[in-house]
C-alpha cells in the first residue's frame, strides 16, 4: 500500500533548494532554473491526482522536473533549427541519457493554430485581470515583459525569493482560472 502523501503547500520550503541546486547545475542560468522549478510545482499540482505514493514527494517532483528540462532545451534547440536533444543526467535516484528526436516544427502552423493561440491569449489576459494585483503585475513584468529580477525586485520592494514565490503563485492561480475557464 502507498505510504508517501503529497502535500503541496510544503513544496517551496521543502523542495526549492533542493530543486534549484538540481537545476541550476543542468541549465546554468538561475532565471531559467527558477521559471522550470515553477513549471514543475505548477505540473505537480496539475497532475496530483495521478500521484500514486509509490515514489517520495521530492522523487516525484524530481521527475516532473527532468522533464521540464527537457522540453526547455528542446525548446531551445528547436529554435536553432536542430532535430534531437542529447542530455546526460545523474540523480539521487538514476542516471543515464536522454536522446529527444523529432523537434516539431514551430513553421508547420495552420490557421487554426493562430486562431487558438489568439483565443487562448485573450483567455490568459482575462485570468490575469481575475489574480491578485500584484501577482498578475509581477506576472506580467517578469513574463511578457521580460524585465530582469532585479528590476523588479527594486521596482515592488521585494527580495529575488520573494518575487520567485510570487510568479509561482501567479501561475498556480492562473493555472487554475484557465482550467476553469479556457480546458
Known amino acids: 500500500m502507498p505510504s508517501n502523501q503529497l502535500d503541496p503547500n510544503k513544496w517551496v520550503d521543502r523542495y526549492s533548494d533542493y530543486l534549484f541546486n538540481y537545476t541550476i547545475v543542468r541549465v546554468n542560468d538561475r532565471e531559467v532554473a527558477n ?3 515553477s513549471e514543475t510545482f505548477l505540473a505537480g499540482l496539475k497532475s496530483a491526482k495521478n500521484f500514486m505514493g509509490e515514489a517520495s514527494e521530492r522523487t516525484w517532483l524530481i521527475s516532473i522536473l527532468k522533464r521540464k528540462i527537457i522540453d526547455h532545451y528542446r525548446r531551445n534547440n528547436s529554435a536553432k533549427g536542430q532535430a534531437e536533444v542529447k542530455i546526460n543526467y545523474t540523480g539521487e535516484d538514476s542516471e543515464g541519457e536522454w536522446l529527444e528526436e523529432q523537434v516539431p516544427d514551430q513553421f508547420d ?8 493561440n489568439n483565443e487562448l491569449g485573450l483567455a490568459i489576459l482575462d485570468c490575469l485581470d481575475s489574480i491578485n494585483e500584484k501577482q498578475a503585475a509581477i506576472f506580467k513584468r517578469k513574463t511578457i515583459d521580460g524585465v530582469d529580477t532585479e528590476a523588479i525586485c527594486n521596482e515592488f520592494d521585494i527580495t529575488p525569493s ?3 514565490v510570487i510568479i509561482h503563485r501567479a501561475r498556480t492561480a492562473l493555472a487554475a482560472c484557465m482550467e476553469k475557464n479556457w480546458f
Open 109 to 116: 502552423r495552420t490557421a487554426e493554430d493562430d486562431m487558438e
Open 162 to 164: 520573494n518575487l520567485w
Open 35 to 37: 521559471d522550470l522549478i
